[in-house]
């Protein structure tokens, strides 16, 4: 009888393991299917570069690869989340991209900087990344043609728009030829206890939007603001008792500890970055306009202004208004509008807009973006 059931148990072990083998053999088959089908498609991506450059056109089309992304999710079954799916085609789109050619893209701060991160979530890996140390430095490799595309920080959720970006927009008013959204979450990283903590470390925008746990969970630990969430990382793994607020993956580069996770103030924490360049994109039926204008300093002549979408029909979506240096009390104005700007109902709104401002630059038409989750 136990010899019956030993037998009994080995046929079952084997059958298992016969099972593993065939999955694990079908997986190989699907493997080289799927890498013929990628050069395949490569190819294909190969020969539309060459169409491109033979028309003059640019290689980076983001409303044509949010179009793919959004076909293939609308027919993505799973088990693969939704996520998981945009991350493989980003990738591949971008393997595709290089193909044709280098794409360089300038942005802020060192790696693992929120910039470098939202610059990966669009871009892709097979690009050439160069990071500078200031906004301004983003815009001067765009303007010089030194990088491609530029991506910098426009606005945020909870602290409004970036002063640089904006002033950077006023001086040298390049294209915005797209916009990337990125929900932004805040890490405690350390290589000692929180308890042990004296100094936190991290740019002053970080450490403002995590302002009210620092000051419930660190009371007692000095803020010491430095010029990126990189550079607060680095100085974390050197000095004893230091800590940062930085990315995850800033934590993971530099060997650093989770000590708090997502500690922003508020989980709706969006910054959405512009993506600066010599692009624009025809309409794809989801878009938004950034202008900047100035208007006549009496009073009314805002009011009046913002009057001329309502009656065309236009949704504005964010105003920000922007002191003028070297002048007394003068302001101009950021905008955007929901909408493409060769749509008519947009393009006859700036026409009237631009008989009474003072001053109107259309700054862009790009495909609003999905809110990426780092």
């Not at 929120?114 to 160069?130: C, L, Q, W």
């Not at 939007?209 to 793994?237: D, G, I």
């Not at 800033?250 to 924490?269: H, P, Q, S």
């Not at 493409?340 to 009237?352: I, N, W």
Request: aromatic letters at 6%; hydrophobic letters at 40%.
């Amino acid at each position: 009888m136990a010899k019956k059931r030993a037998a009994r148990s080995t046929r079952r072990r084997a059958g298992g393991e016969a099972t593993l083998a065939q999955l694990r053999a079908r997986i190989d088959k699907l493997d080289r299917e799927i890498l013929a089908l990628l050069n395949e498609r490569a190819r294909l991506a190969a020969q539309i570069g060459s169409l491109k450059n033979e028309h003059g056109l640019t290689v980076y089309s983001p409303a044509r690869e949010e179009e793919v992304i959004q076909n293939v999710l609308a027919r993505n079954s799973g088990p693969l989340s939704d996520t998981c799916v945009r991350a493989i085609f980003r990738e591949l789109m971008s393997g595709s991209r290089a193909l044709q050619r280098a794409v360089r893209v300038a942005y802020l701060g060192p790696e693992y900087s929120f910039s470098y991160i939202a610059a990966h979530e669009r871009f892709g890996s097979p690009t050439e990344y160069v990071g500078v140390n200031s906004i301004a430095a983003v815009f001067e490799e765009v303007a010089r043609r030194q990088a491609d595309y530029g991506v910098v920080p426009l606005e945020n959720t909870t602290d409004g728009g970036i002063s640089e970006t904006l002033d950077m927009l006023v001086r040298r008013p390049l294209r915005i030829c797209g916009e990337i959204r990125l929900r932004i979450h805040h890490y405690l990283l350390a290589r000692c206890e929180q308890s042990a903590i004296q100094r936190v470390y991290s740019k002053p925008q970080a450490l403002s939007q995590c302002r009210r746990w620092l000051a419930e969970h660190l009371p007692q630990a000095q803020l010491v603001e430095v010029a990126s969430t990189t550079a607060a990382a680095q100085l974390a793994q050197t000095e004893p008792y230091a800590a940062a607020v930085a990315s995850r993956q800033a934590g993971v580069r530099y060997g650093l500890n989770v000590v708090a996770e997502r500690i922003e103030d508020y989980t709706n924490n969006i910054t959405r970055f512009a993506v600066i360049g010599d692009l624009q994109e025809k309409p794809t039926g989801n878009d938004r306009t950034t202008i900047l204008f100035k208007v006549p300093h009496k009073p009314g002549s805002l009011a009046d202004a913002l009057a001329i979408f309502k009656r065309n029909g236009v949704n504005l979506t964010w105003i920000e208004s922007f002191p003028l240096h070297d002048t007394d009390q003068e302001y101009v104005f950021f905008a955007d509008l929901a909408g493409h700007v060769e749509q008519t109902r947009v393009r006859r709104a700036l026409t009237t807009l631009a008989k009474r401002a003072e001053a109107l630059h259309v700054l862009g038409s790009y495909p609003v973006s999905p809110v990426y989750d780092e």
